[in-house]
T-cell receptor, first 113, second 111 residues
Framework: EAQVTQNPRYLITVTGKKLTVTCSQNMNHEYMSWYRQDPGLGLRQIYYSMNVEVTDKGDVPEGYKVSRKEKRNFPLILESPSPNQTSLYFC????????????FGSGTQLSVL | GQQLNQSPQSMFIQEGEDVSMNCTSSSIFNTWLWYKQDPGEGPVLLIALYKAGELTSNGRLTAQFGITRKDSFLNISASIPSDVGIYFCAGQSGGTYKYIFGTGTRLKVLA
């Protein structure tokens, strides 16, 4: 089944403790992206990657890192999480092409205490 | 960052009623997408629009790409309880992979 898989689904952590949220897609998509969803603000892009070893900042990159060593994986790294990073996070992917569509994972609910 | 104005923010409707929601932008988009998010899940694509004036249906859902390319509309006919969720619009500018999302319309259907 074609899908975008995120792990974990839920995560509670404490301020300053490094964490990684994994994202994997099995559709051979070139483009992958991370979003955070907050009440009243919709989806805001954190980072995106056009292909392996090619990443760029989205609208809200502060406090986050990403890497794209393989085509299928695009982990989101929080080196020193803070409470304002408590949010619902989504990974998404799509193939190259003008009319291609964006597919989302099921989300990771992160709480930073 | 830029965001789309989506309205209404939330709505309660009776089962069987028709629903309308819209998104407006100060920027022109080449593509409009409409997503639905069920509780605890990621957004799922409902309809994609690629041309100004385009009207596209997916079952009871109909969406239109505004002729100014700055707005889009989604209609749901004869709503049912499983229509409950958050509906997001997203605009994409030509030649880019950047998506701008609306703030969502939370729909609740009363049986």
């Amino acid at each position: 089944e074609a899908q975008v898989t995120q792990n974990p689904r839920y995560l509670i952590t404490v301020t300053g403790k490094k964490l990684t949220v994994t994202c994997s897609q099995n559709m051979n998509h070139e483009y992958m992206s991370w979003y955070r969803q907050d009440p009243g603000l919709g989806l805001r892009q954190i980072y995106y990657s056009m292909n392996v070893e090619v990443t760029d900042k989205g609208d809200v990159p502060e406090g986050y890192k990403v890497s794209r060593k393989e085509k299928r994986n695009f982990p989101l790294i929080l080196e020193s999480p803070s409470p304002n990073q408590t949010s619902l996070y989504f990974c998404a992917s799509r193939p190259q092409g003008v009319d291609e569509k964006l597919f989302f994972g099921s989300g990771t609910q992160l709480s930073v205490l | 960052g830029q965001q789309l104005n989506q309205s209404p923010q939330s709505m309660f409707i009776q089962e069987g009623e028709d629903v309308s929601m819209n998104c407006t932008s100060s920027s022109i988009f080449n593509t409009w997408l409409w997503y639905k998010q069920d509780p605890g899940e990621g957004p799922v694509l409902l309809i994609a629009l690629y041309k100004a004036g385009e009207l596209t249906s997916n079952g009871r859902l109909t969406a239109q790409f505004g002729i100014t390319r700055k707005d889009s509309f989604l209609n749901i006919s004869a709503s049912i309880p499983s229509d409950v969720g958050i509906y997001f619009c997203a605009g994409q500018s030509g030649g880019t992979y950047k998506y701008i999302f609306g703030t969502g319309t939370r729909l609740k259907v009363l049986a």
